[in-house]
T-cell receptor, first 112, second 111 residues
Framework: EPEVTQTPSHQVTQMGQEVILRCVPISNHLYFYWYRQILGQKVEFLVSFYNNEISEKSEIFDDQFSVERPDGSNFTLKIRSTKLEDSAMYFC??????????FGPGTRLTVL | QKEVEQDPGPLSVPEGAIVSLNCTYSNSAFQYFMWYRQYSRKGPELLMYTYSSGNKEDGRFTAQVDKSSKYISLFIRDSQPSDSATYLCASVNNAGNMLTFGGGTRLMVKP
């Protein structure tokens, strides 16, 4: 059983368009994370979110990216103006503490 | 700087073999170590995590950490074809916000 669910499973968009990727935790947790994995490359950290605030972000997470938890349940990642190089698998993860992060199935983003 | 490194493989073994997967890391701030399994186009699945140097066993899996040499290992006993996947090691510091992953080792267990 997945720890989180993610929607959509696959998103195709045109370059320059905005996309919103969603993550729905199965249970109520405070720690959330977004990672991405470009095909054939490492899983890379984007941002961590604790108690409804960003706690850490990587240099990848620039002004084009934003996260929020608008309704206290869904956790979203927005990319404002997609670029070709944003094509990747995006994973949401939830954590219970410093030692465990459980990943969702991912959203495959294709930017044309 | 590559903070966590793994041999990409592929590593091909016969069913029933003992598999040894290894990682090295360079950041002394890393305190927690995890192994994830990833099937093609799926999310990483947490297999094991450990904090201290030494061994931790869970069924057919044993994780080993040597902080003095910054070396992490995962052993799989009695390997099965269903173990065929990419194995990712990851590390995190005490703040626990950011997992740093290795590139993964692809394992193929042949029947």
């Amino acid at each position: 059983e997945p720890e989180v669910t993610q929607t959509p499973s696959h998103q195709v968009t045109q370059m320059g368009q905005e996309v919103i990727l969603r993550c729905v935790p199965i249970s109520n947790h405070l720690y959330f994370y977004w990672y991405r994995q470009i095909l054939g490359q490492k899983v890379e950290f984007l941002v961590s979110f604790y108690n409804n605030e960003i706690s850490e972000k990587s240099e990848i997470f620039d002004d084009q990216f934003s996260v929020e938890r608008p309704d206290g349940s869904n956790f979203t990642l927005k990319i404002r103006s997609t670029k070709l190089e944003d094509s990747a698998m995006y994973f949401c993860a939830r954590g219970t503490g410093v030692d465990t992060q459980y990943f969702g199935p991912g959203t495959r983003l294709t930017v044309l | 700087q590559k903070e966590v490194e793994q041999d990409p493989g592929p590593l091909s073994v016969p069913e029933g073999a003992i598999v040894s997967l290894n990682c090295t890391y360079s950041n002394s701030a890393f305190q927690y170590f995890m192994w994830y399994r990833q099937y093609s186009r799926k999310g990483p699945e947490l297999l094991m995590y450990t904090y201290s140097s030494g061994n931790k066993e869970d069924g057919r899996f044993t994780a080993q950490v040597d902080k003095s040499s910054k070396y992490i290992s995962l052993f799989i006993r009695d390997s099965q074809p269903s173990d065929s996947a990419t194995y990712l090691c990851a590390s995190v510091n005490n703040a626990g916000n950011m997992l740093t992953f290795g590139g993964g080792t692809r394992l193929m267990v042949k029947p």
